[in-house]
C-alpha cells in the first residue's frame, strides 16, 4: 500500500494567502523526505527535501519540516503566488533510495 | 541542455502493439527509474537499475520491461500495449547514497487506443 499519505485537492486560494498541505508517511527507521512540483506540462522538480528529524528543508519560500514523532512533513508558504500553480507532490525514499509518492495536490493560485 | 530526456515525447498507439520509451541521462548517475503517473494515484515505480547490471521490478511491473544498455540509458517497452497503459510516463535517476534526490525527464505521454 501506499505509505505517504497527502491532502487531497484541489486547493484553490487568493494570490498572498497562506499555504497548507499536508502529508503524513509510514516507514521503519529515518527516510528521507521530499517535496516535488510539477508544472503544467513538465516533469517533476525537487522543491526541498530533508533527511532527519527536525531538519527544516526551505526553497522560494516553502518550507517544510520533518516531524518524526507525528510522522509528518506538511509544506507551508507564507504567502503564495499565481506562479505556484502547480501540483505538488510528498515523497519518501527507503534504504534502497526507492521512492514512494503521494497522491499530488493540484494548487490553483488566482490574482 | 536536459540532463534526463526522454523520447518520445507524445506516443499513440494501437492494443497489441510493440513500444519502446526512452530514456538518456547526462547526470552520470548509476541509479535509473521508470515511473507511471496516472491522475489520482500519483507515481508509481515500474521498474528500477542500480547499474548496468541490476534490474529490479518495481509496484507495477507486470505487462513491461526494460533494458539498462548503458549507464546513461534506460528503456521501457510495452511488449503488447493495452488501453489501461494510457498514462505519463517518467524516468528519473539518482545518485548512490540513501535520501539522494530523484531528478526526473519530461514525461513520455502514451495513449493506447
Known amino acids: 500500500g501506499n505509505s505517504v499519505t497527502q491532502m487531497e485537492g484541489p486547493v484553490t486560494l487568493s494570490e498572498e494567502a497562506f499555504l497548507t498541505i499536508n502529508c503524513t508517511y509510514t516507514a521503519t527507521g529515518y527516510p528521507s523526505l521530499f517535496w516535488y512540483v510539477q508544472y503544467p506540462g513538465e516533469g517533476l522538480q525537487l522543491l526541498l527535501k530533508?533527511?532527519?528529524?527536525?531538519d527544516k528543508g526551505s526553497n522560494k519560500g516553502f518550507e517544510a519540516t520533518y516531524r518524526k514523532e507525528t510522522t509528518s512533513f506538511h509544506l507551508e508558504k507564507g504567502s503564495v503566488q499565481v506562479s505556484d500553480s502547480a501540483v505538488y507532490f510528498c515523497a519518501r525514499s527507503n534504504t534502497g533510495n526507492q521512492f514512494y509518492f503521494g497522491t499530488g495536490t493540484s494548487l490553483t493560485v488566482i490574482p | 541542455d536536459a540532463d534526463v530526456t526522454q523520447t518520445p515525447r507524445n506516443r499513440i498507439t494501437k492494443t497489441g502493439k510493440r513500444i519502446m520509451l526512452e530514456c538518456s541521462q547526462t547526470?552520470?548517475?548509476?541509479?535509473m527509474y521508470w515511473y507511471r503517473q496516472d491522475p489520482g494515484l500519483g507515481l508509481r515505480l515500474i521498474y528500477y537499475s542500480f547499474d548496468v547490471k541490476d534490474i529490479n521490478k518495481g509496484e507495477i511491473s507486470d505487462g513491461y520491461s526494460v533494458s539498462r544498455q548503458a549507464q546513461a540509458k534506460f528503456s521501457l517497452s510495452l511488449e503488447s500495449a493495452i488501453p489501461n497503459q494510457t498514462a505519463l510516463y517518467f524516468c528519473a535517476t539518482s545518485g548512490p547514497m540513501t535520501g539522494e534526490t530523484q531528478y526526473f525527464g519530461p514525461g513520455t505521454r502514451l495513449l493506447v487506443l
Open positions: 547526470k552520470g548517475h548509476d541509479r
Open positions: 530533508a533527511t532527519k528529524a527536525d
